[in-house]
């Protein structure tokens, strides 16, 4: 079975036609002003592509009813739509793409698969806020958490690098990029993770600020000169390692602390004593590890990031091998030798998710993850 997957961003959209065996048949990049693809282009890159016997979309959120992909249809794409409030920068803009796709090619099945519903098995005491119970019933308020097509295809991807059943292991999966999240994952089961009720909550990001303590933005909001709408977005946008740097990129950052730029040095810091504290949160969410995965942009490419965390995690088993890290060769151990907890690097791959994913709903077994893929 031949999958177009459709990743929909806040920024850009991403295609891949992926074969029956997971190889990357044709793939297009396109721009997503606030969320908005031009439709004309998107059916000129469809036109692109070979043709596809499914299609795979990637939806942010799915509430508390969808906790598995589904086909995707009108009464679906309306219940999606009626949990915008919930996603604002997302989930309008991957409907408006799910409708233009379905226009470029009618009669294609489609299927949904969302970054919440590998969350949907955090057990109450994880998923649960302190807060009176007729407002957690009537807004549905509770820890959905994100990144969850990453988290599950990472600690997957441990599985298989490590030789070990995924229900034998106790993965910590960090998906650090733009937006960074951890997942504690249990046999192949989420069971804590750092996102909560919005992408906002947990690790200082490029440009999100992560954890706040809610009395002090009630403190702002107090401040007649301070909008809701300017907080929200400056919360969004404004905030993170922009907001202590000066740039969002993690490789500036890095480059300035080491050039002796005191705001740099401070970003770094911060950034990774919150990694840290979130690692190690999940560790006892498990009652230990047996791997720590990074993944993601950040994740993936800084070294720096990966040494600078695992050095304050020694207690816990994780040890790097400074070589391996330093240029590890694709998805590999950089775990030292000798180290009881195995770290790996993951080539972060939502795209095998969601066709993993298509495929099993489908009724088609999914393709094996191909080595080094």
């Not at 036109?47 to 509430?63: C, F, K, N, S």
């Not at 809610?214 to 922009?242: K, M, Q, T, Y």
């Not at 050095?311 to 790097?320: D, K």
Request: charged share 25%; with cysteine.
């Amino acid at each position: 079975m031949r999958v177009l997957v459709v990743n929909a961003g806040s920024s850009s959209l991403k295609l891949r036609l992926l074969d029956g065996g997971d190889a990357v048949l044709a793939s297009r990049d396109l721009a997503a002003r606030h969320g908005a693809v031009d439709e004309a282009e998107l059916g000129e890159a469809l036109a692109a592509l070979a043709a596809a016997d499914a299609v795979g979309h990637r939806i942010v959120h799915g509430g508390t009813r969808f906790r598995a992909p589904v086909r995707l249809d009108a009464a679906v794409a309306a219940e999606l739509a009626e949990l915008g409030d919930l996603a604002p920068l997302h989930q309008a803009a991957s409907l408006a793409v799910v409708a233009s796709v379905g226009r470029t090619l009618p009669g294609v099945p489609a299927v949904a698969c969302f970054d919440t519903a590998f969350h949907a098995t955090l057990p109450p005491a994880a998923a649960t806020y302190a807060l009176p119970a007729a407002w957690r019933e009537r807004w549905a308020l509770r820890r959905y958490g994100f990144h969850g097509l990453s988290h599950g295809y990472a600690a997957r991807r441990a599985a298989e690098l490590l030789d070990r059943p995924i229900d034998s292991l106790r993965v910590v999966t960090c998906h650090l990029g733009a937006g960074a999240s951890l997942a504690a994952v249990r046999e192949g089961v989420s069971v804590d993770t750092t996102m909560g009720f919005t992408p906002l909550e947990g690790l200082v990001m490029a440009t999100r600020s992560g954890s706040v303590d809610p009395g002090l933005l009630l403190w702002l909001l107090e401040r007649e000169e301070l909008a809701e709408r300017e907080l929200a977005e400056a919360l969004e946008r404004r905030s993170g390692l922009l907001a202590l740097a000066g740039t969002a990129d993690m490789a500036e950052v890095v480059a300035r602390a080491e050039a002796g730029k005191e705001e740099a040095r401070l970003a770094f810091d911060v950034y990774v004593h919150r990694l840290r504290a979130g690692i190690a949160a999940m560790c006892v969410a498990m009652g230990g590890m047996d791997a720590l995965v990074f993944t993601g942009g950040v994740g993936e490419h800084s070294p720096e990031v990966r040494a600078a965390a695992s050095s304050g995690l020694g207690l816990l088993g994780v040890e790097l091998d400074q070589a391996r890290n330093e240029a590890p060769r694709g998805d590999e151990d950089i775990g030292a030798a000798d180290a009881s907890v195995r770290t790996l690097v993951v080539t972060s791959r939502e795209d095998l998710e969601i066709a993993r994913q298509v495929r099993g709903l489908l009724g088609e077994r999914s393709a094996p993850t191909r080595v080094g893929s």
